[in-house]
């Protein structure tokens, strides 16, 4: 027989080898995602939020409930509500970022005599019942508090839900460090990519940091829709993803070098202006020239490729990097041929749909926003000409996602 000292310490084994996975993700969401699963996969749990602490507020950043994606079309996501609400040792997750707790809780509507509620609120909404409850506090070595991890509902193997046993406590207290860890790291990694685009964006009054958080957000969910299409194994599309999300952000970093007198320029452009701007893709391109990392690939593909268009009429199309004079040029304009199709990296096809959705939904100084309706004409209309026309498909899959992720990050 197997003895339990056995199966603990196999147990905090794997927990110490996920170690290095988590430290090889560079996105937050793509992380808090992992976290999550693996977390609810060491205790058997049906499902779990994390929650940020910031500014005095804690915040949902992410959501999973198994039983709840049971009732999903396949490769239907959960909407996802955000809410937050202020620290305070009322709440659960409040007093376990105060107090640096583990909270661990049979049944959450059984709680008298513990110093803090349960907000049923959220179980109302879903006819969700929470029972047992695991609450984890993201503390990090010098002792700030990242966040809170909160496991819901332990399962036995027969699938019906039990209380999460000291054992439990002690793996998920494990994970939780290395999780923090991670976390920690990735947010460093966001907070310089933010610090690139915002210098970009210093550059250009028509865009906004909420553009860039938008346009990424929508490019992971086309993505993703596209890869459970495509049968893409977990791994390799957990990977693109994540390196997706950060070079979408990156994508108009060019406009660095673009000139002040251009990018504010309030009337029609000429057109040798007009040429300067589309320089900003050859610009971005160059940032990322020592390509050491998929990652540097990726924006590379991004940021030169999220004009082309799918008919081959975009730009900068075929020409020599360093130069920017045609290597291929289209006999009927005179100028570089455009690439075409498929030979446009998918990264630069989906961040190009969703750049040019953004910006017709978005009020910008020169126009109106557009209604839902005639945005969705447009893009629609395009599929085929300006857009890869399956990832037009995707998207509207995607629709409602897509839909939350702009109520999520207003202008
Ligand atoms: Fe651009
Ligand atoms: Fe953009």
Redo the contacts with the bound molecule.
């Keep these: 027989m197997v003895s339990d000292t056995t199966i603990r310490e196999k147990k905090l084994q794997k927990i110490i080898e996920l170690e290095k996975v988590l430290s090889q993700i560079q996105d937050t969401d793509v992380l808090l995602e992992r976290i999550l699963t693996e977390a609810r996969a060491i205790v058997h749990a049906d499902a779990g939020s994390i929650y940020v602490h910031e500014d005095g507020m804690i915040k949902i950043r992410y959501a999973q409930n198994e039983t709840q994606r049971r009732r999903l079309a396949p490769g239907q996501k959960l909407p996802f509500n955000f809410f937050s609400f202020r620290v305070d040792e009322k709440s659960m997750c409040g007093y376990s970022v105060l107090t640096g707790k583990i909270v661990n809780v049979p049944d959450a509507y059984e709680i008298d005599g513990l110093p803090f509620v349960f907000n049923k609120q959220s179980d109302m909404l879903t006819g969700y019942r929470t029972k047992s409850v695991l609450t984890v506090p993201l503390r990090t070595a010098a002792g700030k508090t990242l966040g809170v991890m909160q496991i819901l509902n332990a399962e036995d193997e027969k699938g019906n839900i039990i209380e999460f046993d000291p054992d439990a406590e002690l793996y998920i207290a494990h994970f939780a460090s290395s999780a923090t860890q991670a976390l920690e790291r990735a947010n460093l990694t966001r907070s310089m990519v933010l610090r690139m685009v915002q210098m970009a964006e210093f550059r250009d009054p028509k ?1 906004t940091g909420s ?2 958080n938008r ?1 990424a957000n929508y490019a992971v969910e086309i993505y993703d829709h596209w890869a459970f299409k495509h049968n893409i194994s977990i791994q390799e599309s957990e990977k693109f993803r994540d390196t997706l999300k950060i070079a979408a952000m990156l ?2 970093v060019g406009k660095v070098a673009v000139s002040d007198v251009i990018l504010k320029k309030p009337d029609k452009l000429t057109d040798e202006e007009y040429k300067i701007i589309q320089n900003h893709t050859l610009v971005g391109a160059s940032l990322f020239d020592d390509l050491q990392s998929d990652l540097d690939l990726m924006s590379r593909d991004v940021a030169l490729r999220h004009h082309e268009r799918w008919d081959g009429k975009g730009y900068p199309g075929k020409v020599d990097l360093k130069s920017g004079k045609a290597l291929e040029t289209d006999p009927e304009t005179g100028r570089p041929k455009g690439l075409h199709g498929d030979e446009i990296p998918l990264a630069a096809r989906i961040v190009s749909l969703a ?1 040019v959705y ?2 017709l939904s978005s009020k910008r100084s020169y126009k109106r926003s557009w209604t839902e309706d005639e945005v969705l004409r447009e893009i629609q209309a395009q599929a085929g000409s300006q857009f890869d026309p399956e990832l037009v498909m995707d998207f509207f899959e995607v629709l409602p996602n897509i839909r939350q992720i702009q109520l999520a990050w207003p202008d």
């Design positions: 865009e553009h860039v346009v994508h108009d750049d953004d910006a």
